[in-house]
């Protein structure tokens, strides 16, 4: 076997009230000032202004940056970053989702290292750590908070742009369920089937192990026990405890054995027509593991048994084909639209999409290397 490398926070806080040893842990760190990084409902709602507060109860100032959107931009890493100098800030803490995360690692890698963030897309292309990054998760989807994956999209060429680079792993990840209660079912979801995604494809992936298996069958486990409980229950403890242990288990599996083809064609559908990460996902999945199955039939039918579906004497492409329709029931379950034409997606459009989705890194470790036609054909059967 392959040598292999396991990336993780060196600290990671999970359950109910953690955010507050995140807090004592910095300040025994010696922090002094620092950039949140957050978007503007987090703001509104004070989530950002009651993380201030606490902080400041532990002699840490804060400024906070509230410009994230959700494809976070080239633009909008160049403004938090901007704030962070102005200010003069020692690190930086991420307020959300995916969105805040990726921006906030944006801007704490430029700080270090110089530059824009474009001149780090690809792999390992930073010098030197980023500013110490705190990462408060507030959704349990992206694993963001916990991965070397940085995710932005650059304006002008309307991509989304994959930095994976150790250098941007926080120091610190903080999954605290009570900061999850409520979420909307749409985000709720979304979030939710993102994690199924990142677990089914780093099952899948030519660089997976023992140890990102392990992970990725786990999470699927208990997404598949636990959304739908998430979704219609939006105030339900357990049911977010076990989907933020989940989405943190997906990203210990892809934040090492990486991704696939769902993942390289959902960042053009995000960069292009701005669109949900996680949705895009949901819609792509069953249709990549469609492709996937003639070289990754076992491998899928390991992921449907993890899913809780009897596949008990099923040869190995029935076994793949009942994991397709158990995803294809769970993501309809959940409420995700059928298809790519409900987002708004055009077929004419197709060619450039999958022209882009060859060119990103996380299509590099999907079982099956496709050409433009077969990406194209993915596509439109996802349409």
Known sequence: MAQSTFFIPSVNLMGAGCVASAIDMMAGYGYKKALIVTDAPLARLGVAAKLSASLAEKSIATVVFEG??????????????????????????????????????????????GGSIADYEGIDRSAKPQ?????????????SEMT??????????????????????????????????????????????????????AYVSIAATPITDSCALKAV????????????????????????YAQF??????????????????HQL????????????????????????????ERLTDVAAAMGLDVAGLSPADGAAACVEGIRALSAQVGIPAGLSALG??????PTLAANALRDACGLTNPRQATQEEIEAIFRAAL
Request: glycine residues 10%.
């Open 68 to 113: 994230v959107q959700p494809n976070p931009t080239v633009g909008n890493v160049e403004a938090g970053l901007a704030m962070l100098r102005d200010n003069g800030c020692d690190c930086v803490i991420s307020l959300g989702g995916g969105s805040p995360h990726d921006c906030a690692k944006a801007i704490a890698l430029c700080a270090a290292n």
């Open 131 to 143: 500013l110490p990054l705190i990462a408060v998760n507030t959704t349990a989807g992206t694993a």
């Open 148 to 201: 070397r994956f940085c995710i932005i999209t650059d304006e002008k060429r309307h991509i989304k742009m994959a930095i994976v680079d150790r250098h941007v792993t926080p120091v610190i990840s903080v999954n605290d369920p009570t900061m999850m209660l409520g979420k909307p079912p749409g985000l709720t979801a979304a979030t939710g089937m993102d994690a199924l995604t990142h677990a089914v494809e």
């Open 221 to 244: 486990s208990l997404i598949a026990a636990n959304l739908p409980t998430a979704v219609a229950e939006g105030g339900n403890l357990h049911a977010r405890e076990q989907m933020a």
């Open 249 to 266: 288990l997906a990203g210990m599996a892809f934040n090492n054995a990486s991704l696939g083809y769902v993942h390289a064609m959902a």
């Open 270 to 297: 995000g960069g292009f027509y701005d669109l949900p990460h996680g949705v895009c996902n949901a819609v792509l999945l069953p249709h990549v593991q469609t492709y996937n199955s003639g070289v990754a039939a």
């Open 345 to 350: 997606v055009k077929e004419e459009d197709i």
